[in-house]
C-alpha cells in the first residue's frame, strides 16, 4: 500500500511517518514545504520525499499521482496567525485542501484521512464537545478547517472518495519544539528561565492529548473505512492552571513563574472532548496519563540539542 502524508515533516507527521515506516507492507511518501518541519526530521526512515506547496496544483498532483491513500496533516495551524492574516490561512488550509482533493479525483485515489480541528471550529459551546454540535468558529482558522471538513463530505459524495476528518485536541509530545501550542511554548520558556505567559486567569480549560495516542487514533482510521467527522482527544478536561502544576512536578527541580495577561480575542475559555465515536468506530483508547507525558515530552526537551541551542 502506498500512502501519502502532507506535511510529514512537522511534529504530527514525523511521528506518524516513523510508526507507517515500521511496517514494511506499506510505502511512504512525504510532501512537505519545510516552512516549520525540516526534511532532516525524519531522514533516517525509509520514505520518499517531495519538497512542496499546497497552494501548487502541480506539484500536488505529482505527489497524489500513484498513491492509494493520503492522510493530509498539512495546513496553517495557528490561531492568533489566522486573525491577523485570514487570507493566508484561507489559501492554504481551503485552497490548498481543494487542490488536494482535486489531485486525488484526477488520480482515483479512494482514502483521505484530513486533519481537523475540535475546539476551534465548534466555538463557545458547553463541554464536553461532541461531532453532532453546530459549528460556530470564533477564529479563521476555524473556519477553514470547518470549510475542509464540507468539501471532504462533498467530494465523498459527489465523488465516492472516502474521506475521514479527524478533529484533533491539543498535541503534544516529543518532536514538537517548532510547535506554539500550550505545553510547547511553555517548556520552552522553563528552557529559558523565562515566566510562563498565560493569557487569561488560566481557569480556561482543554483537552491534551499526547502524541502517541493520537498516532494511534490516526493509524486506525487509515485502516478502517469509516468517514465522516470523527474527535480524538483525551476525552478529559484540565485547565491551564492544574497544567502547569503538573508541568511543575514534570520539569522538577526547575523552577516556574507563571505571568497573567488578559484573554486575547479569538480563543475559547473552556472545551474538551467526548470521544465516544472514536471509540465506537476506530476502537480508540488513549493510554497517556498527562504526568506520564509531560515527563516523557520534557525528556525530549532537554535532550535535544536543536532546543537548547
Known amino acids: 500500500?502506498?500512502?501519502?502524508?502532507?506535511?510529514?515533516?512537522?511534529?504530527?507527521?514525523?511521528?506518524?511517518?516513523?510508526r507507517l515506516a515500521a511496517r514494511p507492507d506499506l510505502r511512504l511518501r512525504?510532501?512537505?514545504?519545510?516552512?516549520?518541519?525540516?526534511?532532516?526530521?525524519?531522514?533516517?526512515?525509509r520514505c520518499e520525499f517531495i519538497r512542496g506547496d499546497l497552494r501548487d496544483r502541480e506539484a500536488v498532483a505529482a505527489a497524489v499521482?500513484?498513491?492509494?491513500?493520503?492522510?493530509?496533516?498539512?495546513?496553517?495551524?495557528?490561531?492568533?496567525?489566522?486573525?491577523?492574516?485570514?487570507?493566508?490561512?484561507?489559501?492554504?488550509?481551503?485552497?490548498?485542501g481543494l487542490n488536494l482533493l482535486?489531485?486525488?479525483?484526477?488520480?482515483?485515489?479512494?482514502?483521505?484521512?484530513n486533519a481537523s480541528t475540535g475546539g476551534a471550529i465548534i466555538g463557545e459551546a458547553r463541554p464536553p464537545v461532541h461531532e453532532e454540535m453546530v459549528a460556530r468558529p470564533l477564529a479563521p482558522y476555524g473556519a477553514a478547517k470547518l470549510a475542509m471538513e464540507g468539501?471532504?463530505?462533498?467530494?465523498?459524495?459527489?465523488?465516492?472518495?472516502?474521506?475521514?476528518?479527524?478533529?484533533?485536541?491539543?498535541?503534544?509530545?516529543?518532536?514538537?519544539?517548532?510547535?506554539?501550542?500550550?505545553?510547547?511554548a511553555f517548556l520552552k520558556r522553563v528552557i529559558a528561565g523565562q515566566p510562563l505567559i498565560v493569557y487569561g486567569d488560566g481557569g480556561q480549560v482543554r483537552d491534551f492529548i499526547y502524541i502517541d495516542d493520537l498516532c494511534d487514533g490516526i493509524v486506525a482510521g487509515l485502516f478502517s473505512h469509516a468517514c465522516g467527522v470523527v474527535q480524538?482527544?483525551?476525552?478529559?478536561?484540565?485547565s491551564v492552571n492544574a497544567l502547569i502544576e503538573a508541568m511543575r512536578a514534570a520539569v522538577a527541580p526547575r523552577p516556574i513563574r507563571a505571568v497573567y495577561e488578559?484573554?486575547?480575542?479569538?480563543?475559547?475559555?473552556?472545551?474538551?472532548?467526548?470521544?465516544?465515536?472514536?471509540?465506537?468506530l476506530l476502537g480508540f483508547a488513549p493510554e497517556t496519563p498527562l504526568q506520564m507525558g509531560l515527563q516523557q515530552t520534557w525528556r525530549w526537551f532537554t535532550s535535544s540539542a536543536e532546543v537548547l541551542a
Do not use: Q
Not at 500500500?1 to 516513523?18: P, W
Not at 482535486?102 to 484521512?113: D, F, K, P, S, T
Open 232 to 238: 480524538l482527544g483525551s476525552g478529559r478536561p484540565v
Open 151 to 184: 468539501y471532504c463530505t462533498a467530494y465523498g459524495g459527489s465523488y465516492g472518495i472516502e474521506t475521514l476528518s479527524l478533529r484533533f485536541a491539543n498535541v503534544y509530545g516529543p518532536g514538537s519544539r517548532h510547535k506554539g501550542s500550550v505545553i510547547a
Open 30 to 45: 512525504v510532501f512537505d514545504n519545510e516552512s516549520l518541519g525540516r526534511r532532516e526530521t525524519i531522514a533516517d526512515v
Open 1 to 18: 500500500m502506498r500512502i501519502l502524508i502532507t506535511g510529514g515533516c512537522g511534529f504530527i507527521g514525523a511521528n506518524l511517518v516513523r
Open 102 to 113: 482535486e489531485a486525488m479525483r484526477a488520480c482515483g485515489v479512494r482514502r483521505l484521512i
Open 65 to 96: 499521482d500513484g498513491v492509494d491513500a493520503v492522510v493530509h496533516l498539512a495546513a496553517d495551524t495557528r490561531v492568533i496567525d489566522s486573525i491577523s492574516n485570514p487570507t493566508h490561512n484561507f489559501e492554504v488550509n481551503v485552497l490548498g
Open 262 to 280: 488578559p484573554a486575547r480575542a479569538g480563543e475559547i475559555s473552556a472545551t474538551w472532548c467526548d470521544i465516544t465515536k472514536a471509540r465506537l
